[in-house]
């Protein structure tokens, strides 16, 4: 079973997710879908009720777009446990639904930020960009996607932690999350991409302060998720469209998900505020990812009873 009481190395989640695909192959499908700069393998997990149907809606769900957001992929892992080995219970969300989860789309990122004190703050990804002879590391992925690139929010600056990029998509990582989000665009009814931290539920756009033409739906989602959460535990989240609620920042994969097709597009900021902010303590992990998946499932249901 997943342990909830140590953030895994890229090796361990894929072994993870492999290991699921092992133990339930009439439900649980792993597959390839990218490398990442330093060639770590990028790998879906996809979700089903095994009654072998094709072409259900889908919910998208990523993690660990950030290196330093520890918490994302714990969070996404948990939820791929809770949908797997918890079927029974949450067979209302795979009726008519399969959930296709990338947990960790940062890879590269992720394990520079487990070498040790000095990189744990790490952001980015990790192909080097070489600007007046000095050399910096990596592209802001949540600023790399090809929708209002590098407009507001994001920097032309490699050495900044929101390098946009020398071009949109300039990062195999994105270019991943860019062709699954088109292979599922027609039957995608939510992307939910998990990042931290903040406690926010956030939707489109986050490029302009415009609201999209759907926005009253996003809005209910979202307060759904909110109230779940807040019910449950006491923990309050913010929810707005994410120019309105925290800033404007062009280039995000929730601004591309949406535009690609899918219904609704959730960016959800974890717990951590204050002292513990990028790294909870292993002992408040399980605390957190019981939380987020309190959120994720009421927002699931929210989407199911709409679209
Ligand atoms: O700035 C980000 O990429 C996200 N916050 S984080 O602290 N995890 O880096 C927020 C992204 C919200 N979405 C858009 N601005 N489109
Ligand atoms: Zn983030």
């Given at each position: 079973?997943?342990?909830?009481?140590?953030?895994?190395?890229?090796?361990?989640?894929?072994?993870?997710?492999?290991?699921?695909?092992?133990?339930?192959?009439?439900?649980?499908?792993?597959?390839?879908?990218?490398?990442?700069?330093?060639?770590?393998?990028?790998?879906?997990?996809?979700?089903?009720?095994?009654?072998?149907?094709?072409?259900?809606?889908?919910?998208?769900?990523?993690?660990?777009?950030?290196?330093?957001?520890?918490?994302?992929?714990?969070?996404?892992?948990?939820?791929?446990?809770?949908?797997?080995?918890?079927?029974?219970?949450?067979?209302?969300?795979?009726?008519?639904?399969?959930?296709?989860?990338?947990?960790?789309?940062?890879?590269?990122?992720?394990?520079?930020?487990?070498?040790?004190?000095?990189?744990?703050?790490?952001?980015?990804?990790?192909?080097?960009?070489?600007?007046?002879?000095?050399?910096?590391?990596?592209?802001?992925?949540?600023?790399?996607?090809?929708?209002?690139?590098?407009?507001?929010?994001?920097?032309?600056?490699?050495?900044?932690?929101?390098?946009?990029?020398?071009?949109?998509?300039?990062?195999?990582?994105?270019?991943?999350?860019?062709?699954?989000?088109?292979?599922?665009?027609?039957?995608?009814?939510?992307?939910?991409?998990?990042?931290?931290?903040?406690?926010?539920?956030?939707?489109?756009?986050?490029?302009?302060?415009?609201?999209?033409?759907?926005?009253?739906?996003?809005?209910?989602?979202?307060?759904?998720?909110?109230?779940?959460?807040?019910?449950?535990?006491?923990?309050?989240?913010?929810?707005?469209?994410?120019?309105?609620?925290?800033?404007i920042a062009a280039g995000a994969s929730d601004d591309?998900?949406?535009?690609?097709?899918?219904?609704?597009?959730?960016?959800?900021?974890?717990?951590?505020?204050?002292?513990?902010?990028?790294?909870?303590?292993?002992?408040?992990?399980?605390?957190?990812?019981?939380?987020?998946?309190?959120?994720i499932r009421a927002m699931a249901e929210k989407v199911?009873?709409?679209?």
């Amino acid at each position: 079973r997943l342990s909830t009481e140590r953030y895994y190395t890229h090796e361990e989640i894929i072994n993870y997710i492999d290991d699921l695909a092992q133990r339930f192959p009439s439900r649980v499908f792993v597959k390839t879908v990218g490398w990442s700069y330093e060639k770590r393998v990028l790998k879906t997990i996809t979700i089903t009720n095994g009654d072998g149907k094709a072409n259900k809606k889908v919910i998208f769900m990523d993690g660990g777009f950030h290196a330093r957001e520890w918490i994302s992929p714990a969070a996404v892992l948990y939820v791929i446990d809770q949908l797997v080995e918890q079927f029974e219970e949450n067979a209302h969300l795979l009726k008519d639904y399969d959930w296709v989860i990338l947990p960790l789309v940062n890879a590269d990122g992720y394990e520079h930020s487990q070498t040790g004190t000095l990189a744990r703050m790490w952001r980015k990804t990790r192909q080097p960009y070489t600007y007046g002879g000095q050399t910096c590391y990596g592209a802001d992925p949540n600023r790399n996607f090809d929708f209002h690139w590098n407009e507001e929010g994001a920097s032309s600056n490699p050495c900044a932690d929101t390098y946009a990029g020398p071009t949109a998509f300039s990062e195999p990582e994105t270019i991943t999350v860019r062709d699954l989000m088109h292979s599922l665009a027609d039957r995608g009814i939510m992307y939910l991409t998990i990042h931290s931290y903040g406690n926010y539920l956030l939707y489109p756009w986050g490029w302009t302060s415009d609201l999209p033409e759907n926005w009253e739906d996003l809005d209910a989602v979202a307060r759904t998720g909110a109230e779940a959460i807040q019910n449950a535990t006491g923990t309050e989240y913010t929810y707005g469209s994410s120019t309105n609620v925290l800033y404007i920042a062009a280039g995000a994969s929730d601004d591309y998900g949406y535009y690609a097709g899918f219904n609704v597009s959730i960016t959800m900021e974890l717990t951590g505020a204050g002292s513990i902010g990028f790294n909870p303590p292993v002992t408040r992990i399980d605390e957190f990812v019981t939380e987020t998946w309190i959120g994720i499932r009421a927002m699931a249901e929210k989407v199911i009873e709409m679209y």
